[in-house]
């Protein structure tokens, strides 16, 4: 019996000796909070806590950039695509009085119907206005140069949101968001239709 236990201790300090090292790397992989978006990923930290955030950042981008440089850029293109997605629609209905000869049933066609300038001047203004509501600080070095400043503010319908709480104006912003995130899919749904199809919208 003894002869026994002593071959069964002698095996499992064998077998011990062969057994892999514990790697602390790979645990803390396994403890690493998961993304809701991408559970397959761990979650980017540097995006906790922000309205909107739901863990979605699979190349990194906020590890390495301004995060809220990016927030900026994600609100402004949110809004302009809400725009888009209404006008390329109303195009194909409306048309302003001074255009009434430049009238195209593919929405796609409209900048090269108004020509350069008319896309030029659309350009230009957009850049000042950048220009005006950043006081000059457009790059993003120094777009955010006062840390008071918030992503997405540029002092428009401020009066909207005096005397919510912080969790209705936190609600509002979460549906500008989100719905400028949809927009930002529809637009793209909407030019590539005309583009593969070849034909209007509606």
Known sequence: MMKTVLAV?????SAAAFAPATNGKATTALNAEMSKSLPFLTNPSNTDGLIGSVGFDPIGFSDSWDIKWMQEAEIKHGRVAML???GFVASEFFTFPMF???????SNMAPSAVGISAMMQIITVAGIEEWRTNNGNITME?????????PGDIGFATKRLEGKSEADVAKLKLQEIKNGRLAMLAIGGMIHHNFVTGEPLL
Do not use: C
Not at 100 to 106: G, H, K, M, T
């Open 9 to 13: 201790a002698a095996l499992a300090g």
């Open 84 to 86: 888009a997605t209404v």
């Open 100 to 106: 009434s000869d430049l009238q195209v049933a593919d």
């Open 142 to 150: 120094t777009m955010f140069s006062d840390p008071d400043r918030v």
